[in-house]
């Protein structure tokens, strides 16, 4: 390129990067007057009013209430500065504030220089980010525009770019962006050795397939889903919603298009004969909190969920702060409050009510569903079993019950007697008298008490005070020795006891519709007595509770009862008929059981099926009011679902659903959707976006410091057909993203913020990757993809609880060392570490972390057990895979930072290890103690002397904690 | 890391947006520079002369009785079991009552205390013992009625989470004056944490440096203070050397500031694996001390949790926020009793209170630490009954609650509005949590409308949109 051509191309390229409204001597009407007039006087000098014959929303109405450079002159700053309240605008309202008022006057006395496209709606039109999409013919036409647009910028700030990483930079910087990992050292060797030329391009694609690149978009797109384990709130309880993110992964795996992904995500549910998957996806706006307390409102939570997903969807896809628009217009972008409860309106139509989970679907993975089938043919088979026995079996109960009848009929031996159950009680309990030592019943026969509370249902016994006891007896008698049983369930807390034995001391809560315990017991004959002791520790409760003794022929008092009656009812026959299958017929009774086993294992296959949250819409519409300031207790005007009027309009023709506004966003007609995701990616990738403000691409948002290749970008990425991979690839393969990230001083007293990006940035890796990457370097990283949140190590107590007794249980296998998108995220508590390292708490969506470098960062990466283990694990692998001090070190850096140590490196590290194998040999038991912490990640390295896996993991934790091991370089 | 004392001013000045470990680094430096007169532009600047450059808050989470504890009303023991007049239930919305409640007189005895003749009940004689240090304020009001929502209302000035908490702004504001700990620390107490979890001490969208840091009651106060499991000092200290010399050549060779932060922050962790036990140890505390604070070094309690709050506060920690559970008296069970679980919490906390009160004005502390004692709403002067429970209890109730302040700036010996013969509104001054917010702000020198950040194309502030200074507390 010519020296002149390239100067001009700058200067076409930088000059859009300037303002994008006129200023006029530092006063910008868009920024700062265009505000104040439409919060302030468009609702009455507007469109639809003309309050004094007044209109200041278009440019002729407001010059003439002005004197271009006389600010007292003018009408319009008269009325604000008005002591007369009669005078003074806004009418009855407080006066504007002083800076307000200033700011007219400073653009009156200016000149007062209105946009010719004024329209009362703060300039919008004019604002960079609603405008179509441009693009640049001379980046249209080259294969990558990146290099051209940012080297321009470069050049037009006499800004140097920087040269070229060296290649083990760049294949280590490729894997951590690319699939979140570091490369291993095979990997890296691999691709120095590569001579072919086009080994770069392959190594990005090769990467880009990976399922370790899915994971790690899963990641982020995690942090903007609010995606978490539980509900929020102060309950906080578990959900089951991992199938969703799973889902997500998907996505990415296959490189679904991301008009596709949009789609699905917010709408998966209303396709058309929607999968499971895409019903699935779906819950993406399903990651909301949901308030299970007892006692609050929920139509309020109902409201907060959507007001979550309005401002979600209006963050993730159009980079927008209209979650301010919920309570008034808003302040600085084209959003009125009416146009926020339009988009409210698409997300007002779920079934949800607010008080529960629902909807949720059952979402069985691949393996779930062959297993589930499996169980239901097993249960079906052995059924069809049992009705071909059935004949026989009947046959074999038909003589049974007849040789019972005569037996019974012809005994001498009387029907065992059963009292009825008094009570004793309720009496008010501090929780540590037991009542029925202090009525001395639970020694031997029970004394003759003076009853209260008769007259009780039979069987079922009815405690109705918190915090109360009570002592239920029964007195029975039998005639031969046998077995006994004693059947009962209570509420909160029982013990109990026969003939003075206890024989049950339960504390657990049960409910009362059937008899949960069955004790067994040693009949004799004469007198028994039972005495159940209950407590009631809240709410209303009681007990439920049933004796049976054997009497005459060997048989129960109910069942004989049943045999000699003579007109059974349905339930008493088959109530007879399971006696006898379960107590006098062996082969049934093994049959039955089989079924139970069968019926048991389908049970728990689908208990196993977790139930995924997803949208539905219910057939009717709700009606969706404005809530006055915001609150949902002061609905106002009815609105229907719409888009801001400032973004294109909705197709003609188009319904008015959650498709329709998910079809609208990625219709390609949208420029802020390309734009908004293609920033993101490039943030990704460069560690600050183009616009760096990641979530607000309006007026109060940072401008785009290279907009001609954002615009050029997001083009591209909409006519290619939504392809991030595509877009990856255009990152990965430019210099502008290959370049060194050494900070030359100059550079850094020129453009601290690396803006202009003539050199690569140096982000602390997110706390993910950071353990995904240690893992790895220990090789303990686990490759299994999805499935349950898992608990890797954290201390103790950490998971503080919050009414409720949910427990972190520290998993011992492969689910201990899986990739940090996998680990359990609790709202109320998440995972230590990671709070230390800026993750949200997923309570609301996440555009961007911070990265901050604190001194708890410190203490986790040095002290936390889930590093020290990969330390340990790090020092295993580099016993195993190298033989002398010198090459064992060299391994260990390669790993870590995929390099080799130099010389003054090499020697620091062999330092420290001599000194630490000292310290391990002079030491033998404190060396122990540190292989003993790490005994998990030491599997396999038994064969090692202690002293020497001591003293190298010590090096490795040293290692693992370098500068250039917690950045992406 | 042996450059920690020598960068210049500059070179971290430089490091400006590069990170936002170098921001914790510009809040000390700016520290300093305020002690030297020297202005900063990189943390906010107060507006005026500060009165007070500490907070201590002693939150009761669950939201003690005001009517059993501090505003007595002799006319509700008279109606006692009569109904409420039905113009107070007019649009009214409780969490648990249900039809017409009946009144509920305390059960408690009152007496009038100290010069000023603030009244308290008899479960609270300690801090009764204080009285003329204190603000009484009977009249604070919020608009939340749910321990989550309220206790965030009352941490943020928002009812939901995602904005920063007070002692967020503070740190933000004040930035740090002590190089070996953080500048906000969070202590709970009682058998669970406050309702509203980690997001009350969230620094929401200001930086992260600024977020409470919640030390924990039992074992290291500090996550991972301890060096692992069979690792000796001497090896760790080996290990820094390492990693400091290896870290200064990448710093040299690459030229990022961020690598000199991190170096900083190694180096800080090594001096709170010392400064943070030494800090926690409670063995060093004469007897006696223990003693007038109930505490028992190595058992989590919220008089251990006062103990340490003065130690913090003593070491220059900015603001001290303690949590301490069960206040919420519903009366449904022995567990929530009022007449049972109150006098349970008051035996928890009145003792240890006045103590760390007593210290501080002792020490001279307290002339610029705000003390702050209080719940995030109040209770009902109706019996709760939940269920037909025949235990006493209130339900919650945003119309009227009772704050204690004491402390820099504030005039104290007095006894703050009224509320109306039933308490069941304020009838005199009322100070809603914003004033609240405001007043405090006021009192560590900034002015709460122009304390703001702006996150997503707005500036915030604690007060949101409301709030003013109530003059009457200022001394």
Known sequence: ?969 | MKGGASWSRRELLRAGGAGLGAMALHSLLAERAAARGEGSTTAPSPHHAPRARRVVHLHMAGAPSQLDLFDPKPKLRELDGQPVPASYLAGERFAFIKGHPKLLGSPFEFARHGESGAEFSALLPHLAKQADRLLVARSMRTTQFNHAPAQIYMASGHERIGRPSFGSWTSYGLGAANRDLPAYCVLLSGRYGPDGGASLWSSGFLPTVHQGVRLRGEGAPVLHLEDPEGLSRESRRAQLDTLAELNARRRDAVGDPEIATRMAQYELAWRMQTSVPELADLSRESAATLARYGAEPGRRSFANNCLLARRLLERGVRFVQLYHWGWDSHGTGPDDDLTTSLPRRALETDRPSAALLEDLAQSGLLEDTLFVWGGEFGRTPMNEERNGSKFLGRDHHPHAFTLLLSGGGLKTGQTWGATDELGYRVVADPVSVHDLHATLLHCLGFDHEKLVHRSQGRDFRLTDVEGEVVRGWLA
């Not at chain 1, 321009?152 to 490729?174: I, K, W």
């Not at chain 1, 396709?271 to 819950?283: D, F, K, V």
């Not at chain 1, 069809?384 to 005569?406: F, G, I, N, T």
């Not at chain 1, 709410?539 to 009656?565: D, H, M, Y």
């Open chain 1, 1 to 969: 390129m010519h020296l002149a051509t390239l100067l001009l191309a700058t200067m076409l390229l930088v000059a859009a990067a300037g303002r994008a409204t006129p200023t006029v001597e530092g006063v910008d009407f868009a920024r700062e007057v265009a505000p104040i007039l439409s919060a302030n006087c468009i609702e009455c000098h507007g469109a639809e009013k003309q309050k004094g014959g007044l209109r200041l929303d278009t440019r002729d109405g407001l010059l003439a209430s002005v004197v271009p450079g006389d600010a007292a002159a003018s009408g319009l700053h008269e009325r604000l500065v008005a002591t007369d309240l009669d005078e003074r605008m806004p009418l009855d309202r407080p006066p504007l504030a002083a800076s307000e008022i200033e700011a007219v006057a400073r653009w009156i006395a200016a000149g007062a220089r209105v946009p010719d496209d004024w329209g009362g709606a703060q300039g919008a039109s004019t604002h960079w980010a609603y405008r179509p999409l441009a693009r640049d013919e001379r980046l249209a036409g080259l294969a990558n525009p990146i290099d051209a647009a940012v080297d321009a910028a470069l050049e037009a700030r006499g800004l140097r770019p920087a040269p070229r990483a060296d290649e083990r930079t760049l294949v280590r910087r490729l894997s951590l962006d690319l699939r979140g990992l570091p490369p291993t050292p095979e990997e890296v060797e691999e691709h120095l050795a590569d001579r072919r030329t086009d080994k770069w391009e392959r190594l990005v694609s090769k990467w880009l397939d990976s399922v370790a690149h899915a994971e790690r978009m899963a990641q982020w797109w995690l942090d903007l889903a609010r995606y978490a384990d539980t509900n929020g709130y102060e309950k906080d309880d578990r959900r089951d919603n991992w199938r969703w993110r799973d889902v997500v992964i998907d996505g990415f795996a296959r490189n679904q298009p991301f008009d596709e992904f949009t789609i699905e995500q917010l709408a998966g549910d209303l396709l058309p004969e929607p999968t499971l998957e895409q019903r699935l996806a779906s819950g993406f706006h399903r990651n909301t909190l949901v308030n299970l307390e007892g006692g609050v409102d929920p139509e309020e939570f109902r409201a907060a969920a959507i007001v979550d997903r309005v401002g979600t969807t209006a963050t993730v896809w159009l980079g927008s702060t209209i979650a301010c628009a919920q309570c008034h217009n808003h302040k600085h972008d084209p959003f009125s409050q009416r146009e926020y409860y339009q988009l409210y309106a698409f997300f007002d139509r779920t079934v949800e009510t607010g008080a529960s989970l629902e909807p949720r679907i059952a979402a069985p993975t691949r393996e779930q569903s062959r297993l589930l089938a499996a169980a239901e043919e097993r249960l079906a088979a052995v059924r069809a079993e049992l009705d071909a026995a059935a004949p026989a079996l009947e046959a074999e109960y038909a003589a049974w019950e007849r040789a019972r009848q005569l037996e019974l009929q012809f005994s001498s031996e009387g029907p065992p007697e059963i009292g009825a159950w008094t009570i004793f009680g309720p009496v008010a309990d501090d929780g540590r008298r037991s009542l029925a030592r202090e009525l001395g019943l639970v020694e031997g026969a029970p004394r003759a008490l003076e009853l209260e509370g008769a007259g009780l249902p039979e069987g079922r016994h009815a405690l109705p005070l918190g915090g109360a006891s009570a002592v239920y007896v029964l007195e029975a008698r039998s005639w031969r020795k046998g077995k006994g049983l004693l059947r009962l369930s209570a509420d909160d807390r029982v013990r109990a006891w026969i003939d003075g034995r206890l024989v049950l001391e339960d504390a657990h809560w049960d409910a009362l519709d059937a008899p949960r315990h069955a004790i067994p017991f040693e009949q004799s004959n004469g007198a028994h007595a039972i005495v159940v002791e209950v407590w009631n520790d809240g709410g209303a409760g009681g007990f439920l509770g049933e004796l049976e003794l054997e009497g005459p022929a060997g048989l129960p008092q109910s069942i004989a009862r049943l045999l000699v009656k003579s007109d059974r009812s349905p339930e008493e026959r088959a109530l007879l008929r399971a006696w006898h299958r379960a107590h006098a017929a062996p082969a049934a009774a093994a049959l039955d059981a089989r079924v139970a086993q069968a019926e048991g294992a389908l049970a728990e296959a689908r208990a196993r099926i977790p139930l995924a949250l997803v949208m539905q819409d219910a057939p009717e519409p709700r009606t969706t009011r404005i809530h006055a300031k915001g609150d949902h207790r002061s609905p106002g005007d009815a609105v229907e679902p719409g888009v801001p009027q400032v973004l294109p309009p909705l197709p003609g023709g188009a319904g008015r659903t959650r498709l329709d506004l998910a079809r609208w966003l990625v219709s390609g007609d949208n420029p802020l959707v390309a734009r908004v995701v293609v920033n993101r990616v490039w943030a990704l990738a460069f560690g600050e976006g183009l616009v760096a403000t990641l979530d607000d691409f309006g007026t109060r948002g940072d401008l785009p410091t290279h907009p001609a290749l954002l615009d050029e970008l997001a083009a591209r990425f909409v006519a290619g057909g939504w392809n991030l991979r595509e877009l990856w690839t255009l990152i990965a393969t430019s210099e502008a993203w290959r370049r060194e990230s050494r900070v030359e001083p100059r550079a850094l007293e020129l453009d601290p913020r690396n803006a202009w990006l003539a050199r690569a940035s140096r982000p602390r890796l997110a706390i993910e990757t950071l353990r995904d990457a240690q893992l790895a370097m220990a090789g303990l990283l686990s490759e299994k993809v999805g499935g349950p949140g898992v608990m890797p190590p954290q201390p103790e107590g950490v998971w503080a609880p919050v009414y409720s007794d949910d427990r972190w249980t520290t998993a011992e296998g492969e689910d201990r060392f899986r990739r940090g998108l996998y680990t359990f995220w609790k709202r109320s508590s998440p995972y230590a570490t990671f709070m230390a390292f800026d993750a949200p708490s997923r309570e609301a969506s996440c555009t961007r972390r911070d990265r901050t470098n604190t001194p708890l960062q410190a203490l986790a990466l040095l002290n936390d057990p889930a590093f020290v283990e990969c330390a340990a694990g790090l020092a295993a692998r580099v016993l195993r895979e190298a033989g002398d001090d010198r090459a064992r070190a060299e391994r260990m850096w390669l790993v870590v930072v995929s390099r080799k140590p130099d010389n003054v490196e090499l020697e620091s590290t062999l330092r420290l290890l001599a000194l630490e194998r000292g310290r391990a040999l002079a030491d033998p038991a404190g060396a122990a103690r540190l292989l003993e912490a790490n005994r998990h990640a030491l599997r396999g390295a038994e064969e090692a002397p202690p002293a020497e896996l001591a003293a190298w993991l010590v090096v490795a934790n040293m290692l693992l904690n370098l500068d250039e091991a917690v950045v992406r370089g």
